[in-house]
């Protein structure tokens, strides 16, 4: 039998030990889902909150303020992994919080494309 089809990704929040988009195949389950991502035992399983995005809507509800997150929470985002989540820390680190998102581009290792990535999920605060 052919394998599930991809039908998209989902992004995976909260209570769970492994943030970060998954592959959302057609034959997938919250549950599933929710077990990939590792949730916690303390999770309130009662209450998950879904948010579908329409067609070229690419805000998401909670953005990440890259001069407060962590390095596991940049890895959540789409194009930046272990070493890129990272790399913004540790520039964060070294040069003080960032005024502007384009300033991300002076992180080794962020090159425009990523950039275009991650715009809509992501602020700045002060």
């Known amino acids: 039998s052919a394998a599930p089809e ?5 992004f995976v929040s909260g209570a ?7 592959s959302l195949n057609e034959d997938d389950t919250i549950l599933a889902l929710l077990s990939d991502a590792g949730i ?10 879904i948010y ?28 930046i992994g272990q070493t890129r989540a990272q790399a913004i820390v540790d520039y ?18 962020i090159g425009q494309g990523t950039l275009d990535g991650i715009e809509g999920f992501i602020t700045v605060s002060d």
């Open 92 to 109: 964060r680190n070294e040069n003080g919080p960032f005024k502007r998102i384009k300033d991300l581009l002076k992180v080794e290792g």
């Open 16 to 22: 769970v030990s492994n943030p970060g988009f998954y």
């Open 40 to 49: 916690e035992p303390d999770a309130d399983r009662s209450h998950i909150e």
């Open 52 to 79: 579908v995005p329409r067609e070229g809507e690419t805000q998401c509800s909670q953005k990440i303020d890259i001069n407060r997150a962590e390095a596991w929470l940049l890895e959540a985002l789409p194009g």
């Open 6 to 10: 991809q039908t998209g990704e989902i």
